[in-house]
Nanobody, 123 residues
Framework: QVQLVESGGGLVQAGNSLRLSCAAS????????MGWFRQGPGKERRFVAS????????YYANFVKGRFTISRDNAKNTVWLQIDRLKLEDTAVYYC????????????????WGQGTQVTVSS
């Protein structure tokens, strides 16, 4: 089992940037792909982005539209999500997740989840 801990959320003004972190520990060698989901108020949780642990290939949801960047540092077992030009609709709890399933780009078979970090965008 992989343990995931997110950080970096907070209250930010629209138009600014924010970087979320996800630190992995435990059975990290089983990680194949890690990524982020978000759940806005009254909305379902939805996939945002993912990155292959080996090779670093990235995959983004269509709605991301170039404002989000996912990256990782294998040595630190950490994945980041950079969000630029924040919008009010980016307000959500952001969850980190990992999957041991090969090429599970949308983390449909994610078997580890973080507790989430709240991002609130103000006008």
């Amino acid at each position: 089992q992989v343990q995931l801990v997110e950080s970096g959320g907070g209250l930010v003004q629209a138009g600014n940037s924010l970087r979320l972190s996800c630190a992995a520990s435990g059975n990290t060698f089983s990680n194949n792909i890690m990524g982020w989901f978000r759940q806005g108020p009254g909305k379902e949780r939805r996939f945002v982005a993912s990155i292959l642990w080996s090779g670093g290939m990235t995959y983004y949801a269509n709605f991301v539209k170039g404002r989000f960047t996912i990256s990782r540092d294998n040595a630190k077992n950490t994945v980041w999500l950079q969000i630029d030009r924040l919008k009010l609709e980016d307000t959500a709890v952001y969850y980190c997740a990992s999957s041991s399933v090969h090429l599970d780009y949308e983390l449909k078979y994610a078997n580890s989840w973080g507790q989430g970090t709240q991002v609130t965008v103000s006008s």
